[in-house]
């Protein structure tokens, strides 16, 4: 049977019913998955052109914004285990990115800071990571990309327990 254009009230209620169909919803979190790491593939590429491995990306940038960050703080930041940001820091160290050093006030404490070859890659970094998000928006108007990160940074936010503020919608 054909809908009449009056029935508009009835199309709005079953959207709101096809939006909290779980069958769809196991569609989520595979596709979501799976996009993130093409993602996360393309801009690993565009990072190795830099002579930097994925995740030191994280590294220099943080540094760049707060230098002299302990290997602790930065592995709580980048949410990695310490043993993991330690490696990571040895790595890089080795490569000439960045470099560890005594604390002025408290000997014992290491602080961590980027190298004149780590702060040249921050502009590479930058550079990768736009190239590689405007190959994955690709074809996507500018309310669709905004529409997009309105909805992940709401998916975070749930994922995480973050209640929503009123205005954000």
Do not use: C, W
């Not at 595979?30 to 052109?49: E, N, W």
């Amino acid at each position: 049977m054909a809908k009449k254009k009056g029935d508009k009230k009835d199309e709005k209620k079953e959207k709101g019913t096809r939006k909290k169909d779980l069958s769809s919803l196991g569609d989520l979190a595979p596709v979501l998955t799976q996009a993130a790491r093409s993602l996360r593939t393309a801009l690993s590429h565009q990072l190795a052109d830099a002579g930097l491995y994925a995740g030191q990306d994280g590294v220099i940038l943080l540094l760049s914004d707060e230098p002299g960050l302990t290997p602790g703080q930065l592995a709580q930041r980048l949410a990695v285990k310490a043993p993991t940001m330690t490696r990571t820091i040895g790595r890089m160290e080795a490569q000439g990115f960045v470099e560890r050093k005594a604390d002025g006030a408290d000997g014992r404490l290491i602080k961590v800071f980027l190298t004149e070859t780590g702060q040249k890659s921050v502009q590479a970094i930058q550079s990768a990571i736009a190239e590689s998000g405007a190959a994955a928006i690709r074809g996507f108007s500018d309310k669709e990309v905004r529409t997009l990160v309105k909805l992940l940074k709401a998916l975070d936010r749930n994922l995480n327990g973050v209640p929503v503020e009123e205005d954000e919608d």
